[in-house]
């Protein structure tokens, strides 16, 4: 198993910056073999939709709402995954999701965190 802990969330005004982090840990050989880690977001009343990706090989792909605002990295050995948010909007308001897959012998399976709360408003 994979376990995923997020953290960095709270209140923010407009405009304001904030960096969620999700720590990874469990069995080593699947965390060895994570594919794709994700950010995800659920508004109240919304469906979960997906903010940004990062690969092994550390390609990035962004929602367009949050093109040039947030970035994704990750630390080495996949043992961590980060979300840098700039020029937060109060449409950013949401609880965002670490999510990571991993790829054995192409067999794929998703983890998912609880999530941390992210407010923007003045």
């Known amino acids: 198993q994979v376990q995923l802990v997020e953290s960095g969330g709270g209140l923010v005004q407009p405009g304001g910056s904030l960096r969620l982090s999700c720590a990874v840990s469990?069995?080593?050989?699947?965390?060895?073999?994570?594919?794709?880690m994700a950010w995800y977001r659920q508004a109240p009343g919304e469906q979960r939709e997906l903010v940004a990706t990062?690969?092994?090989?550390?390609?990035?792909n962004y929602a367009d709402s949050v093109k040039g605002r947030f970035t994704i990295s990750k630390a080495n050995a996949k043992k961590a995954v980060f979300l840098q948010m700039n020029s937060l909007k109060p449409e950013d308001t949401a609880d965002y999701y670490c999510?990571?897959?991993?790829?054995?012998?192409?067999?794929?399976?998703?983890?998912w965190g609880q999530g941390t709360q992210v407010t923007v408003s003045s």
């Open positions: 999510n990571v897959e991993t790829n054995v012998e192409s067999r794929t399976r998703a983890y």
């Open positions: 469990g069995n080593m050989f699947l965390i060895y073999n994570i594919d794709i």
């Open positions: 990062i690969t092994s090989g550390g390609n990035t």
